[in-house]
Nanobody, 123 residues
Framework: QVQLVESGGGLVQAGGSLRLSCAGS????????MGWFRQAPGKEREFVGA????????YYADSVKGRFTISRGFAKNTVTLQMNSLKPEDTAVYYC????????????????WGQGTQVTVSS
C-alpha cells in the first residue's frame, strides 16, 4: 500500500519559518517527482513546488519562489519543504504528492497523495 505522510505543520507568526517533511512508503519513488500543494478554505488546491528523484533542481510557484525550498531528504523517499518569511496568505493545508512527469503542476498529474498537514500563519 502506497503511503505519503506529511509532518511538521503548525502555527507560526508572520515572518517565521516552518519545515515540512513528507515520507513515502509502499513502493520505490525513484522514478517520481514529489510535489507540494496547498489548499486554503474555499480555494482550489494550488501547486507550491516539486522536485524529481531523477535529478535536477526544484521548481516553484511564483508565489513562493525565493521563500520556500524543496529538497530531497537524507532518508529514503523523503522530501522536505522549508518555508521562510511566511505570510498570513500562506495559511493552508499542505499536501505532498507523487507524480510521474517533471514540470507537472496540476493536481491531476499526481497519482499519490498524503493526508495533509495544517500550516497557520498569524499576522
Amino acid at each position: 500500500q502506497v503511503q505519503l505522510v506529511e509532518s511538521g505543520g503548525g502555527l507560526v507568526q508572520a515572518g517565521g519559518s516552518l519545515r515540512l517533511s513528507c515520507a513515502g512508503s509502499g513502493r520505490t519513488f525513484s522514478n517520481n517527482c514529489m510535489g507540494w500543494f496547498r489548499q486554503a478554505p474555499g480555494k482550489e488546491r494550488e501547486f507550491v513546488g516539486a522536485i524529481c528523484w531523477s535529478g535536477g533542481s526544484a521548481y516553484y510557484a511564483d508565489s513562493v519562489k525565493g521563500r520556500f525550498t524543496i529538497s530531497r531528504g537524507f532518508a529514503k523517499n523523503t522530501v522536505t519543504l522549508q518555508m521562510n518569511s511566511l505570510k498570513p496568505e500562506d495559511t493552508a493545508v499542505y499536501y505532498c504528492a507523487a507524480g510521474r512527469l517533471r514540470g507537472s503542476i496540476a493536481p491531476g498529474e499526481y497519482d499519490y497523495w498524503g493526508q495533509g498537514t495544517q500550516v497557520t500563519v498569524s499576522s
